[in-house]
Nanobody, 120 residues
């Protein structure tokens, strides 16, 4: 069974930075696209950005130029570097990945989420 575990959330002041990690564990042959989502209170979950297995990235307009997604394929881990944080970035951040426990088999896996609060 494949699991994703996020870490790195917390409380930060406006203008500050945080780095979230998303570590995949279990029976993993390969990981395809990894995505980060966020959900603010009372709002739907929205896509923050994504990174393919070869490192191509895409970002939501709200975070372009401030957030950077990366991954370490050797460690089966993805990262979300968040700079110049704003109060409106406050949300629970979720990692999502398409994981292959063995060749030709793909499953969509979600992490449990980590809280990010931007406040003075």
């Amino acid at each position: 069974q494949v699991q994703l575990v996020e870490s790195g959330g917390g409380l930060v002041q406006p203008g500050g930075s945080l780095r979230l990690s998303c570590a995949a564990s279990g029976s993993i042959h390969s990981i395809n696209t990894m995505r980060w989502y966020r959900q603010a209170p009372g709002k739907p979950r929205v896509l923050v950005g994504s990174i393919t297995s070869d490192g191509s990235t895409n970002y939501a307009d709200a975070v372009k130029g401030r957030f950077t997604i990366s991954r370490d394929n050797a460690k089966n881990t993805g990262y979300l570097q968040m700079n110049s944080l704003k109060p409106e970035d406050t949300a629970v951040y979720y990692c999502n990945a398409v994981c292959g426990p063995r060749p030709g088999i793909w499953i969509n896996v979600w992490g449990q989420g980590t809280q990010v609060t931007v406040s003075s």
